[in-house]
């Protein structure tokens, strides 16, 4: 009579689970240069699919065209919103008199209203002030010189994304058939679903997140116009655009808005705008958020804040985009992985299982009348 093999002990498994999470952050780590365009493009193509799918079937389109005319699109979207942004900048700089004998008066009232709370001299500030900016001066070329190379990294991660959404949107079928043809038969038909899910969900995701930020220019926009701002346009766009950045890009839109506001109109108008963007934050992430974005990936508060921090110490800010879809990938294999499903349930907001719940009362409730 065969024995039944034991068990691994706990201890060994975690062991051998914290190894192997450890061997799968240092590659992550070390490939952060494929890797980070790879998923940004991965991620486009699930959202430019459908395009593309439409220009096939519809229009007849041989499909490297189809899928080149996909991210040409993507390419004019994208430059439209730089072209707003850029046309209010214009229109800041036309105006750069005015804003100069502005931004004179704010900073003799600033001078004054820290000389009056803190007791320090305006000579003083202006020797401090001073000294940093010739600080500054020393130190010019290497910031132009490390400024042109983050810009020149920046434009060829930029088209590295653009080439493998190309390339992923183009073999796309290939790929799937391969992740399918990886596993033996019987898990066939759990691996499609979770394929299916995958693109369905990022594709609401990040559909959920324009319209967020769509939503969020409006409002930050009417608020900014009705409090009198100078360029509440621009100020709206940059509360929108800074607000994709989970929890924290609230801090650098309220920095940049109240900044800009100060400069061009004084102190009131400036507290009156940080006051409307805490405002608009806080009816984006009690209302809005909640309602588009989060009962499409359905990860709780915790586990969100944690991975986007992990996300920032690993891949720094496009660590920080990522983090959420990552996770809501995560989530939905564990969620059809039998032996995964305890990690789908601690990744989850705890709604699936009340709907479970709720769902097996009713039965009971109906035997009993």
Sequence with gaps: MPTKTPAHPFYERLSLVLIGLLSLG???????????PLIFGFLFA?????????????????????CLFSIILL???????????????????????????????????????????????????????????????????????????????????????????????????????????????????????????????????????????????????????????????????????????PYLGIFTALFLSTLITFATGGINPAALVAASVLGIHIVDSNFLLPTIVGSKVKLNALITFLGIILGEMIWGLSGMFLSIPIMAIFKIIFDRVESLKPWGYLLGSGLEEKKSTMKKMEPAEADKT
């Excluded at 430019?48 to 096939?56: D, K, M, N």
């Excluded at 850029?86 to 005015?98: F, M, T, V, Y």
Aim: with cysteine.
């Design 26 to 36: 240092y590659i992550i780590i070390q490939g952060k240069e494929v890797l980070d």
């Design 75 to 245: 390419i004019a979207f994208i430059g439209g919103i730089l072209y707003m942004v850029g046309s209010q900048i214009s229109n800041l700089a036309s105006d750069w008199p005015q804003l100069k004998s502005q931004v004179s008066q704010s900073l003799e009232d600033l001078k004054g209203w820290i000389q009056s709370a803190f007791h320090i001299t305006a000579k003083k500030q202006m020797s401090y002030l001073h000294s940093t900016t010739q600080k500054i001066m020393e130190s010019g070329t290497d910031v132009i010189g490390s400024t042109f190379g983050a810009v020149s990294s920046l434009m060829l991660f930029y088209t590295f994304i653009l080439i493998f959404t190309f390339f992923i949107l183009l073999y796309r079928r290939i790929l799937i058939n391969f992740i399918v043809w990886v596993f033996t038969d019987s898990y066939e038909t759990i691996v499609r679903d979770i394929v299916e899910n995958i693109q369905s969900i990022l594709r609401q995701y990040i559909l959920g997140l324009l319209l967020e930020m769509f939503v969020v220019a409006c409002l930050a926009c009417t608020a900014f116009w009705m409090i009198g701002a100078n360029y509440p346009v621009l100020l709206g766009i940059i509360v929108a655009l800074f607000n994709l950045i």
């Design 46 to 66: 699930i959202l430019l699919f459908p395009i593309a799918a439409f220009l096939e079937k519809k229009l007849r389109l041989p499909r490297a065209i189809a």
